[in-house]
């Protein structure tokens, strides 16, 4: 299995709709692919701020490249307003073990 764990930072003041496009636009897209195992998505609590974060788990790398395409070492960003509230995003990938 693959773990995929993407990270955003919002532009200042943008968290709540940067929230909300997640709920309905991000979320929506993720739980749609074939190959998903699991979805959590989160807001950032304490030091972490106002971040949110978006794991997910793949069956293998073929059925997270059927979402990303060849680039899956880039975010996939459903929706040109999300990129808009995004100051800066983080994205890692870890295949299971154990």
Do not use: C
């Not at 897209?29 to 978006?54: K, N």
């Not at 070492?73 to 040109?80: G, L, Y």
């Amino acid at each position: 299995m693959i773990i995929r764990i993407f990270r955003a930072r919002p532009q200042s003041g943008t968290v709540d709709e940067l929230a909300r496009l997640a709920e309905e636009v991000s979320i929506p897209f993720i739980d749609g692919q074939p190959g998903l195992v699991a979805r959590y998505t989160g807001r950032g609590l304490g030091a972490t701020g106002d971040e949110l974060v978006m794991v997910s788990v793949w069956e293998d790398l073929e059925a997270m490249k059927n979402m990303t395409g060849d680039d899956w070492e880039s975010p996939v960003i459903p929706d040109e307003r999300l990129e808009t509230l995004i100051a800066e995003s983080f994205l890692h990938h870890y295949e299971s073990i154990g």
